[in-house]
């Protein structure tokens, strides 16, 4: 059975950090590319950052390049998002997802597109 579990997420200062965790069970980084998204209430999904390890492949959406980082743990078949300096308006409920073809960021970025397998979300909000 193919799942994602995030965690990490809480409540934060502006300027803040937190590092959200996406494990995955079932499958294996070879053959699903993971991303990241978030929806604030009201607001649509976001596609933030995407990894693939077959490529190598790293991507950030403007909103979030040089403040976020993402990465993989192979040995423990997990996906990391580190978030700093973070903002009230990073305030959103963040999800993991994997895809074999989420290495192309035009998906991360379509509102339409739905990935093979989504986690559960976690919430992460920001105070001024």
């Known amino acids: 059975e193919v799942q994602l579990v995030e965690s990490g997420g809480g409540s934060v200062q502006a300027g803040g950090s937190l590092r959200l965790s996406c494990a995955a069970s079932?499958?294996?980084?070879?053959?699903?590319?993971i991303g990241w998204f978030r929806r604030a209430p009201g607001k649509e999904r976001e596609g933030l950052s995407l990894i693939s390890k077959n490529d190598g492949k790293i991507y950030y959406a403007d909103s979030v390049k040089g403040r976020f980082t993402i990465s993989i743990d192979n040995a423990k078949n997990t996906v990391y998002l580190q978030m700093n300096s973070l903002k009230p308006k990073d305030t959103a409920v963040y999800s993991c997802a994997a895809d074999p073809l989420l290495f192309n960021e035009k998906l991360l970025h379509d509102p339409e597109y739905e990935p093979d397998y989504w986690g559960q979300g976690t919430q992460v909000t920001v105070s001024a």
């Open positions: 079932g499958f294996t980084f070879d053959d699903y590319a």
